[in-house]
């Protein structure tokens, strides 16, 4: 959840079983709008454990 608007971030992953059609999807896809919201298309890379990302770490104090 976006701490500011409220609204879902809305993401997914998806598999691509071939590497250039992969990187046909990043290129034609990322920064396109599409019903009126713009995405972001890129490659997933593995977290490092124990990392956490800011908003991640914000989202979760809220939790009991």
Request: no cysteine; net charge positive.
């Amino acid at each position: 959840m976006d701490q500011k608007s409220g609204t879902s971030k809305g993401f997914g992953f998806i598999e691509m079983q071939k590497p250039g059609e992969a990187k046909a999807a990043v290129k034609n896809l990322n920064n396109k709008t599409v019903n009126g919201l713009k995405i972001r298309v890129k490659k997933a890379e593995t977290q490092k454990a124990g990392h956490r990302h800011s908003s991640d770490e914000s989202s979760n104090q809220d939790r009991p």
